[in-house]
């Protein structure tokens, strides 16, 4: 019998690696899986552990006299530590502990009708823990209340209450409030947060006289704080606050989301020019007679760059430092009014220093928004010269032409609307429409097509009036904006701040997003919405600011000028001429504001 013959068989190179495939997606499954469990577990057994670390604690403050339930040196002052470590099953833990008398309206309030002369009812104690070497993001808190046993007696104390604003005069809460009482021997310190409402109550507290010493804070936020009286500040505008026996003491401070400032130089052919030194400083003062300003800082140009980080908001001048250059303008112009949370780019153009020079800003009276296409004719006897500025702003104010027009030739009108909107019953103005007692609650307006005349760098969009009736919600005026150079387009993608096509410009003098540089031909949309519809918000006006490459917008520039007396005509059509004469000697600047003829 013959033997049968059988082939080689096995597997092949494909199928052996088809087949590691599978088993790793496999293997990668299961093993995220455990790993999510494991970490479920461990994020439990952390949570149980500061629990029970915490339930500690507050039977801690439960168990000893009420008089000594309070914080170290704090107000109320008690035998509690702020801030201690403490370590469970090898974890380390942070723990704050904050205690604060209430004021309970079941008897009156202290300055109430009936006025409580001794305010602190009761206390409550809250306590918050957070491992610190863990990936913990988010602390655990527990609070109770302790009461006396017997009823309190009249005090001589009085409140401290803290209120805490943002740039809109919105409240912030959680913002951090570190208090330091002087007038005590030793200090009473403080450290608490505000309450949901920004403010934080300081009740019977030690009396003082400018001995309170307040600093608030927040992550991500700027702060503001008490100056005392110093040989560089002998006047200060918010010195330490009193309390006054049976007296509610008030006091507010600002703090806002902080801001970055990137200002670059460059020569007048918008070359990249490693410039001089440079001082920065904001409007706001912290001392009176003489002015001491918050910010007011050195910088140097020597790399042609320099930005200021996590900077405050507020309106910002530049001031040049030796005699290498001159600052022939500034894109945009000075001074810069900074956001909260913006990103703010400034280039400063820079001619070479000559003895005598002349910096001329041109603005619109009623906007003081930088003029385009004005001349200013500057001159005296044996000189003669004129220059034009060549940059400002798209504006409109008026949309009652109604809808309809692709591009931007009569001021009235605009491309298209949602036709909830009223643009006649106020002239002038844009609001919701109403029928009967009541507002649509939202409507939307795409402008028509505006043409720069050649491509720009889009810079702020601004828009009036700024304030709104509370009752229309926190942003019921928002803005998106498109550009392209393709002309007679006829689509158009709307973004925001960041380039995206759901976000919006909610705040006056937004930064633009920066992608949209480099285009001729711009549109708007503007959102109306209110979150009462017994109330309309209202538009009066829209403003977009725009430079070209490097020249400075609404400004004109004279560098070489002989020393003397000159005579300066500013004019621009549809303005009221300015005549005026100055006296040039050394560097000079000068601002003028034409009125609509």
């Known amino acids: 019998m013959k033997k049968k013959k059988f082939g080689n068989s096995g597997f092949t190179l494909i199928e052996i690696t088809v087949a590691i495939a599978i088993f790793l997606i496999f293997a990668v499954g299961i093993y995220s899986t455990i790993s999510m469990v494991f970490k479920i577990v461990y994020q439990s057994r952390m949570k149980i552990l500061e629990t029970a670390l915490l339930s500690e604690q507050l039977e801690i403050a439960h168990n000893i006299p009420y008089d000594s339930v309070g914080i170290v040196n704090g107000i109320p002052a008690g035998v509690l530590l702020h801030n201690q470590t403490i370590v469970r099953n090898g974890a380390s833990f942070t723990v704050i502990t904050s205690v604060r008398n209430i004021d309970d309206p079941f008897d009156g309030i202290l300055g109430g009708s009936p006025n409580d002369t001794a305010p602190a009812d009761y206390k409550q104690v ?117 309390v006054v026996s049976q007296a509610i003491t008030e006091i507010s401070f600002s703090i806002d989301a902080l801001s970055n400032l990137n200002i670059s130089s460059l020569d007048p052919t918008c070359a990249a020019l490693a410039g001089p030194s440079a001082v920065l400083n904001g409007e706001k003062v912290i001392g009176a007679n003489p002015n001491v300003y918050k910010i007011n800082q ?52 820079l001619k070479p220093h000559t003895t005598n020079s002349l910096l001329v800003k041109v603005k619109d009276a009623g906007t003081g928004l930088p003029l385009s296409d004005a001349t200013v004719h500057l001159y005296k006897t044996g000189f003669d010269d004129s220059l034009q500025t060549d940059l400002g702003y798209i504006r409109q104010t008026d949309w009652s032409g109604g809808s309809a027009q692709t591009n931007f030739i009569d001021e009235t009108k605009y491309f298209v609307d949602s036709g909830t909107l009223d643009k006649t019953i106020s002239p002038g103005d844009l609001k919701l ?55 007679n387009a006829t689509i158009w993608n709307y973004n925001g701040p960041d380039g995206n096509n759901n976000t919006y410009y909610s705040a006056t003098s937004s930064v633009i997003f920066s992608g949209l ?37 609404g400004q004109a520039f004279w560098n070489g000028l002989s020393s003397g007396t000159y005579t300066m005509d500013v004019s621009r059509t549809g303005y009221t001429t300015s005549n005026s004469t100055l006296t040039v ?13």
Request: charged share 10%; glycine share 6%.
């Open 585 to 597: 000697g050394g560097n000079g600047e000068v601002e003028i504001n034409l009125s609509a003829s």
């Open 126 to 242: 809250e306590i918050s823990a957070i491992c610190t070497n863990c990936t913990q993001q988010e602390p655990v808190i527990l609070s109770t209340i302790v009461a006396p046993k017997n009823l309190e007696g009249a005090s001589k104390n009085g409140a401290l209450f803290i209120h805490v604003f943002d740039a809109n005069g919105i409240a912030v809460p959680q913002a951090n409030v570190h208090i330091v009482n002087t007038a005590a021997n030793p200090d009473v310190i403080l450290d608490d947060v505000t309450g949901n409402d920004g403010t934080l109550q300081i009740i019977d507290a030690p009396t003082g006289t400018l001995s309170y010493n307040i600093t608030v804070s927040k992550n991500g936020f700027s702060s503001d704080y008490t100056v005392t009286s110093s040989v560089a500040n002998p006047n200060p505008l918010k010195p330490p606050s009193n």
């Open 517 to 553: 540089a480099g285009n001729r031909y711009l549109r708007y949309k503007v959102f109306l919405s209110t979150a009462d519809n017994l109330y309309t918000p209202q538009l009066s006006e829209v403003n977009i600011t725009f430079s070209n490459n490097c020249v400075p917008p």
């Open 433 to 487: 429409k109403k029928s009967g007692s009541f507002y649509s609650v939202g409507g939307n307006l795409e402008s028509s097509t505006f043409d720069l005349g050649s491509s720009v760098t889009l810079r702020n969009i601004i828009f009036e009036p700024i304030s709104q009736p509370a009752q229309t919600g926190s942003s019921p005026i928002l803005f998106q904006l498109a550009a392209t150079n393709t002309p």
């Open 298 to 349: 050195n910088f140097s140009l020597s790399s042609n760059n320099y930005s200021f980080n996590n900077i405050e908001w507020d309106t910002y001048h530049i001031n040049l430092s030796g005699t290498t250059y001159d600052l022939a303008g500034t894109v945009p112009m000075l001074p810069i009014k900074l956001n909260p949370g913006a990103t703010q780019n400034i280039s400063l153009v």
